[in-house]
């Protein structure tokens, strides 16, 4: 038996699953179990080079491999052309709420943008912190944020001398989604964050997508960022070295001392969806199942309502409501006591939220659903005595 092994922080895989509880976390999310078993093998030592990946010199052989080959899989699942660079950052979505409009806007120049939510307006406020005209071109506020608004609307709106439209693709606060992108005859900038990698994208409209991977691809501190390279001809002169996207794809993500363990979790999922799942596709099927129970689910019982346009509802954070407020913090307290954590709503909606990222599983689901039913029951006999 090996000193790591005597050691008692070593856990056997084998032991830590039945440990764990169901992870329903907004974000970050939860990890498959698969990636996470194959990390914990090689935590010690990586590959022969008798170190933590979190030990290695960033400008090792070893961590430039890891970087190249996932923007190689990034491409090759999403089925990318040559037309896009793929870069990482650190910073999160809230330093591209800044980036985007600094690297492809100039001061003065119209920048447009749709209002779905807590994020979305998180973006606008960044942008209007610079010297641009931002024009908020649709939201969906007049309804509480519970639909997406008609694309027609956008179509006729976005003007065409506008450097780009920013779109939050998934709103994990209101639990709605775009499942299409308009097309228009300016540039379409993406704030993929929490549905990346988690369905086939259509890529042929969007010019600029970004995602914090801690959702669906990763954990904190890693943010994934597709450029088409014909924007690169629209880009802002005398920007700061760090802010500038050519910066990062011509140091190929390793400008300075990239999240070099974010990444190198990013690649882990990434081979587990490539190599275990078989792609997108099939991903893309597990996440409809989910979604489509859970809401199948919420339909079928008065008890809980989900207040979201069915066209519009995400498939990745689900939000419902319970009768009342009472109820509501009593189901959050029992289904944390049962080992299903994360499904009280965000601070500003209340509420509850599941969140079925790419590595929560089917089983988890149904698991969580036989927990809702059998509440529901309960509560409804105790209203009837």
């Known amino acids: 038996m090996s000193i790591m092994q005597n050691s008692p922080l070593f856990i ?30 090689e935590l010690f030592n990586f590959n022969g080079t008798g170190m933590s990946v979190m030990e290695l ?8 491999d890891i970087i190249d080959d996932s923007v190689e899989r990034i491409k090759r699942l999403m089925g ?8 990482f950052m650190q910073g999160g979505s809230s330093l591209q ?3 985007l409009p600094m690297n492809f806007s100039h001061p003065g120049d119209e920048i447009d943008y749709v209002d779905t939510g807590y994020w979305a307006n998180k973006a606008i406020q960044a942008a209007q912190s610079l010297d641009r005209e931002l024009k908020i071109i649709a939201s969906s506020s007049d309804r509480n944020h519970t639909y997406i608004p008609d694309l027609t609307k956008i179509y006729q709106d976005a003007h065409p001398q ?10 994990t606060v209101v639990g709605t989604q775009f499942h299409n992108f308009p097309k228009l005859p300016i540039p379409i900038a993406v704030d993929m964050t929490s549905d990346f990698m988690s369905k086939v994208i259509d890529t042929d409209n969007l010019s600029f997508i970004y995602a914090h991977a801690q959702k669906n691809i990763g954990i904190a501190g890693a943010t994934i960022i597709l450029i088409r390279k014909e924007m690169l001809n629209k880009m802002t002169d005398n920007l700061p070295e760090f802010l500038d996207y050519r910066t990062h794809i011509k140091r190929k993500s390793n400008y300075h001392t990239p999240p070099c363990f974010s990444i ?20 893309e099927n597990i996440n409809n199942d989910k979604a489509n129970l859970l809401y199948d689910f919420l339909d079928s019982t008065p008890f809980f309502h989900c207040s979201i346009d069915k066209d ?15 109820l509501e913090k009593q ?46 029951k309960q509560h409804k006999c105790k209203d009837s005595i």
């Open 12 to 41: 056997e895989p084998s032991s830590f699953h039945a440990e764990r509880v169901i992870n329903f976390y907004p974000g970050p999310g939860a990890l498959p179990l698969p990636v996470l078993k194959r990390v914990h093998a």
């Open 57 to 64: 010199s960033h400008r090792s052989e070893e961590i430039q």
């Open 80 to 87: 990318l052309s040559n037309q896009f660079e793929v870069i």
């Open 97 to 99: 709420f800044l980036m």
């Open 162 to 171: 506008a450097k780009f439209l920013h779109i939050c693709s998934n709103n």
């Open 264 to 283: 190198y979790i990013t690649w882990h999922i990434l081979r587990w969806i490539e190599e275990e799942l078989g792609g997108i596709t099939q991903l």
């Open 312 to 326: 519009f509802r995400s498939k990745m954070n689900i939000v419902f409501t319970l009768p009342n407020e009472n």
């Open 331 to 376: 189901f959050i307290q029992e289904t944390t006591e049962a080992g299903m954590i994360g499904i009280a709503g965000h601070r500003t909606k209340g509420g509850c939220r599941v969140s079925i990222y790419n590595g929560v599983t089917k089983d988890a689901v149904k698991t969580l659903i036989e927990f809702m039913d059998k509440f529901a």
